[in-house]
């Protein structure tokens, strides 16, 4: 079912650097390679059955794919005792400003927003505050957060003084910690464009250092900027993230993304634990590969998913990757590690099913490389990687 081994080398951040521009200026040369053959299609499988938000469906919303137990630290969190509540009961309180003012402040966070399904159009950013140890975020499946194709939703970053230093070395630093539960991000974008100093992609949520978790949320076509050889992450962006915990998502939906690279996730030094998840329709637009190939802007590569760094491990567990597309390598799954160790798993019933490479693969829908060296992913317990 693998395709042929092809010879690639690195392409992504040096360790242990605590900014993403910097980082990535110091990254390692690759060349493009040629495609490799896919495998027999087989049946598609279906969608699940969340597919809208909830303002477009007027339900709870209720997203994912999977059956398989979700990791402890992936459960929700209890916030029936609320640190601040957003909203007095009418759909008109739920405001931007009032959105932003409560992520800066921090704690457990919910809303009140009326008895039914309610869109807030955010105006600003909401910004985590890094002195605060955890924030959690619950839309209790009736609130969407739309940048209304404009504005970056969420933002968390320990390398940005404007948030507040905690640490001497704030890359990989283990607080804050930030929650995102039964909420749906629609409509958002970051236009921030890729040079040594910008924090780019991250179309909906941008997070350096900490840790991050999403449960049961959805992400409706999110974008980020089109070109750039490491941007990417049309719904979330993470770097140099705790080390010790990956970014844990579950029971969430990724459709409709379009960014330079990684329509759905993107990342530099940090690992993803993926549980039931579903991405449909998830697009890397760029072109030119990473670095940019001469005459181009760089990118294209990670339809769904665009991972780089050193050390990191990906886990995707009973999911649903399907429809995306990438303009170089990987229509799902980019996933390179430029030294060290790194695994890519594929498991329990997971499906990747059409996600065209344009340029290269040496799986079906995937591109997997560590420390120079292309290798297959490990695919297990009833998951199928297919054309």
């Not at 990535?24 to 390679?33: I, L, N, T, V």
Request: aromatic residues 8%; charged residues 10%; glycine residues 14%.
């Amino acid at each position: 079912m693998l395709g042929a081994a092809l010879a690639v080398g690195g392409c992504g951040a040096a360790a242990g650097h605590p900014h993403q521009g910097a980082a990535d200026a110091a990254g390692k040369a690759h060349s493009r390679p040629a495609a490799s053959a896919s495998a027999a299609p087989t049946a598609p499988p279906s969608s699940p059955a969340a597919s809208a938000s909830p303002a477009t469906t007027g339900q709870v919303a209720s997203y994912g794919y999977g059956t398989a137990p979700v990791p402890a630290a992936a459960q929700p969190v209890d916030t029936a005792d609320p640190t601040q509540v957003i909203g007095d009961g009418s759909p008109a309180s739920c405001t931007s400003a009032a959105v932003v003012q409560a992520v800066a402040e921090g704690g457990i966070i919910t809303f009140n927003c009326g008895p039914n399904p309610v869109t807030i159009t955010m105006t600003a950013t909401a910004k985590v505050v890094n002195t605060h140890d955890r924030t959690v975020i619950d839309g209790g499946g009736k609130v969407t957060l739309s940048g209304d194709g404009q504005v970056r939703i969420l933002y968390m970053n320990t390398c940005d003084p404007q948030q507040v230093y905690t640490t001497s070395d704030c890359w990989q630093q283990q607080y804050p910690q930030l929650v995102v539960q039964n909420l749906t991000f629609e409509d958002a974008y970051s236009a921030v464009q890729e040079t040594s100093t910008s924090d780019y992609g991250g179309g909906a949520i941008f997070v350096e250092g900490g840790q991050l978790t999403v449960i049961n949320s959805g992400f409706f076509s999110n974008g980020c900027y089109p070109s750039g050889p490491d941007l990417g992450g049309a719904a979330i962006r993470a770097l140099g993230m705790y080390a010790d915990s990956p970014v844990y998502l579950a029971r969430d939906t990724f459709r409709d993304g379009r960014c330079s690279n990684g329509g759905a996730l993107s990342s530099i030094d940090a690992s993803w634990d993926v549980t039931d998840s579903f991405f449909g329709d998830n697009q890397a637009i760029g072109f030119g590969a990473n670095p940019a190939q001469a005459g181009t802007a760089g990118g294209g590569s990670g339809g769904a998913i665009y991972t780089d760094g050193d050390n990191y491990t990906v886990t995707i567990d009973d999911c649903l990757i399907r429809n995306g597309s990438a303009r170089e390598g990987g229509g799902a799954i980019f996933f390179v590690v430029d030294s060290g160790y790194g695994t890519l798993t594929i498991e329990n019933d997971s499906m990747l099913y059409n996600n065209p490479s344009g340029e290269f693969q040496n799986a079906p829908g995937i591109f997997d490389s560590v420390d120079g060296q292309v290798v297959p992913p490990v695919v297990t317990s009833g998951s199928v990687v297919s054309s």
